[in-house]
């Protein structure tokens, strides 16, 4: 169901202390706003009949928009009932098309969106790309005048920035999302796409990993609980034990994760659920740190949620990668260690120990092989990886 109403928008005051008067659009529990170009002081507004106090002139100005945007909101719903999008339905309202909306506030507009949903780690990398496309092309055109000309012309600025291949690709894919989402939007037609003829590059990368004999160096490290490096150390072990577990899962991980030896969660970034058995090497190193809110307790559960969550947690892994490199030195390791060395290491040792892909695949949450045969073999996965990730844990440590 869809909504239209004259609001006043209390999220941010200006300095003036005023609040702008908005019309906010509400469809399918998602919110949109239209300014009306109007400020007032809150004691000035009257919400339950949506009026200025005490101003015949602001009070006509917004009656003729409410006029033209209520009749435009009418004719939407008559004609997309059920079917309601609050960014169609706003710029329906503001009378823009596919000729006016321009690539620029469409991109902005999602960024709210994935704000809404708490897609934080999307909405950052969203950000990123449109602030830095935004600076080699002009973004702020519509749709249809948008080439294959200003994708080519693009890359080429990007490459002369010095950046890598697969970091062009990044900024690649998102720009391609957002044209998709346009086109999936009604906005414009497939026939404009204009990633039709280019195709994104990608550059193999050599994977960073520990050799055999690196990883069991550095489990057999003799460390004491008072060593500044210990807790750390411990962090490595599980991540590894942990089937390479990403840290950001890691570090978020809750005493309720736990369930009957079992190690169960689901990837924030994938969403796939995870199931690994507690060996007695895991609960030890468990058994390091002191657990409060999460499972490690290295972090505070409010400040990681919401829009800041991401740099917060990544202040974090900053310095658990500090603390993991001066390990690498205690064990002279070639690649300086990080969190991520582990997952690469984990495959491997694993690889080496003459395991297959698929099932390597498995124990990381890599999809592989046919998927209708994979729902036929899920019921085995959990003994099948679960046995060999304790025989790698065993080969490792003893």
């Known amino acids: 169901m869809a909504t239209l109403n004259l609001v006043l928008d209390k ?3 200006k300095k003036d202390c005023t609040y702008p008067v908005v019309f906010r659009l509400t469809a399918n529990r998602k919110q949109a706003f239209i300014p009306t170009g109007i400020s007032i002081n809150e004691q000035d507004y009257d919400e339950k009949n949506s009026l200025v106090i005490n101003s015949p002139r602001l009070n006509e100005d917004i009656y003729k928009l409410d006029r033209i945007y209520r009749k435009r909101f009418y004719q939407y719903i008559i004609e997309n009932s059920g079917c309601e ?6 710029n329906y309202l503001l009378n823009k098309t596919s000729d006016e909306l321009t690539v620029y506030e469409f991109w902005e507009d999602t960024i709210k969106k994935l704000k809404n949903v708490g897609r934080n780690g999307g909405c950052a990398i969203y950000q990123q790309s449109l602030n830095t496309i935004s600076q080699e092309i002009n973004l ?3 749709f249809l005048k948008l080439s294959y ?3 080519i012309d693009l890359e080429t600025k990007l490459y002369q920035r010095g950046m890598s291949i697969n970091g062009i690709g990044v900024y690649m894919r998102t720009f391609r999302a957002i044209c998709n989402r346009a086109i999936n939007l009604d906005f414009v037609g497939y026939e404009w796409y204009p990633f039709r003829k280019y195709k994104i ?3 193999k990368t050599t994977p960073r990993v520990l050799s055999m004999e690196e990883i069991k160096s550095y489990f057999h490290l003799d460390l004491q609980a008072e060593d500044p490096e210990y807790k750390y150390w411990n962090l490595g072990k599980l991540i590894f034990m942990l089937r390479g577990i990403n840290i950001r899962d890691l570090l978020l991980l809750k005493k309720e994760n736990i369930v ?3 190690l169960i969660y689901k990837r924030a970034k994938t969403g796939k659920i995870y199931s690994i ?3 007695k090497d895991i609960e030890a190193s468990l058994g390091v740190f002191c657990s409060t809110t999460t499972l490690l307790g290295l972090i505070n559960l409010e400040k990681s949620k919401g829009e800041r969550c991401i740099k917060y947690l990544q202040q974090h892994v900053k310095v658990i990668n500090h603390h993991l ?5 205690l064990i002279q390791s070639k690649e300086p260690i990080t969190t991520y060395v582990f997952r690469y290491s984990y495959a491997n040792v694993a690889k080496q120990l003459g395991y297959s892909k698929d099932l390597i695949a498995e124990a990381l949450g890599h999809e592989y092989g046919n998927s209708v045969t994979g729902i036929y073999l899920e019921q085995f996965d959990n003994e099948i990886v679960d046995k060999m990730n304790q025989e790698l844990i065993k080969y490792i440590i003893y």
């Open 149 to 151: 000309r200003d994708i």
């Open 325 to 329: 490199k001066n390990l690498s030195r």
């Open 201 to 203: 590059q990608k550059s």
């Open 140 to 142: 702020k055109i519509p």
């Open 277 to 279: 058995a507690l060996t």
């Open 11 to 13: 999220r941010r005051v």
């Open 85 to 90: 999008d609050v960014l169609v339905l706003k």
């Open 260 to 262: 009957n030896g079992r």
